[in-house]
């Protein structure tokens, strides 16, 4: 039996990795306590995984993604920021192929539902928007750059919310940070930006409508949490769906 993977997106602030820590809770953990277990789930096995990933670029990329004080804004003059942003590129694409051949390719094939919080749509709507002037329609070219050699999710859940208010849940999340990896803004959290990138990811679920399903993030922790659930049931629920052959 091959597996399926479900993917998870949307801009910083989204509170996908939220959802995702209370689905592995769920899927994992209290399946066995729980009477109202979805039936069609109880056969299955998930592997809860993420991009960035803990490997050697994952863990580069969270360093240098992280802003910091004494380097916010000073650039050498000799660095070329277009530079910059394909070698940051490249390290999250050097991180994919890491994240592929190390647990999503084994884990789908031993049957597996792999949960990845982020996966290649973020790489087309956030490095396709720090690249929209460097490389001629860079989310296409970012898009083909996989195509070779990635494996497509079966289902990709995009959750939706105004980018002002994802910028809220950032700060707070700035404020209340205890540990020394959350403690201040990241590169990507201003709002220009993250209403760019949600821009783009508005594109992706519009080409590809089937691979997509939109969450309304906006709502109570609870409804997206349930709603996340409803949707992952019905897709392992559906025999049409059953995954392609894995390269
Ligand atoms: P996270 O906040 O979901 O842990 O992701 C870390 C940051 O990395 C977030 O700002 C989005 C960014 N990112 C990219 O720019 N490109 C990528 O390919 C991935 C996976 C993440």
Known sequence: MKGQLITLEGIDGCGKTTVATWLAQRLTNSRQYDECFPESLLKRSFVFTTEPTNGDAGRLLRTKMQRCEDASSKVSEETSPEMEQLEELFLFMADH???????????????????SDRYSDSRVAYQ????RDVIPKSMDWIHDLHS???TTP???LFYSIDPTSAMGRCRFRWKN?????TNGPEKFERVEFLREVDENFRILTKKEPKRFVIIDANLDLE????ETLNVITKFLSDKKYSRKPIR
């Open 154 to 156: 079966d289902l990709t």
């Open 177 to 181: 940070a205890t540990s020394g990896s």
């Open 223 to 226: 409804e997206v949490e349930e």
């Open 148 to 150: 070779p050699w990635s």
């Open 128 to 131: 396709g928007a720090t690249l």
């Open 97 to 115: 192929a890491d994240h592929l051949a190390k647990t999503v390719k084994p884990a789908l094939k031993k049957g597996y539902v792999v949960i």
